[in-house]
């Protein structure tokens, strides 16, 4: 019954994850090429088009990072599991609560930020977009990341019972 759920949780995740990002890196690319086009063939440049682009990039970084945790494609350290075998699983475990660790505090704190930002009404300076929309991506992503590292840890160790 778990893994069913699990299963569910993880499509609607990753349908999620890949369309957001699929659609924020094509405006992006968009507003960029249209800004390329406008600079270099008529010489007029337009100023809301770099902070699009900046706050996309801000958005997929973190949307990336989440799809990373899944993927188990987060920044690692193999020399010592090449070293010592035996240590595979046992880092593995710790890298996951590392991940589960800042994901509660990018929740956590993130929340904080979000809500200063509620507080204060500030926005962006050409797009005037709030800037507590901009903010909510990191409790957001946070939980994300929290219930991906849960999945892969559900994973290991099912897998690792198999195993046994």
Request: proline residues 2%; aromatic residues 12%; hydrophobic residues 50%.
């Amino acid at each position: 019954m778990t893994g069913k759920v699990l299963y569910k949780l993880d499509k609607i995740l990753t349908t999620f994850e890949d369309w957001t990002l699929f659609i924020s890196v094509l405006v992006a690319l968009v507003a960029l090429f249209v800004n390329v086009v406008l600079r270099y063939g008529f010489n007029y440049t337009l100023a809301w088009s770099e902070e699009l682009v900046r706050e996309v990039i801000i958005y997929t970084t973190f949307i990336g990072c989440c799809s990373a945790v899944k993927s188990r494609s987060m920044i690692k350290i193999d020399a010592s599991v090449q070293l010592f075998p035996k240590l595979k699983m046992p880092l593995t475990y710790f890298s996951n609560v590392v991940i589960l660790i800042f994901s509660v505090m990018m929740m956590i704190y993130g929340s904080q930020m979000a809500a200063m930002q509620a507080r204060t009404f500030q926005k962006t300076l050409i797009l005037q977009i709030p800037l507590v929309y901009l903010y909510a991506i990191l409790p957001l992503t946070g939980g994300l990341m929290c219930i991906r590292t849960l999945q892969i840890i559900y994973k290991d160790l099912t897998s690792f019972q198999v195993d046994t």
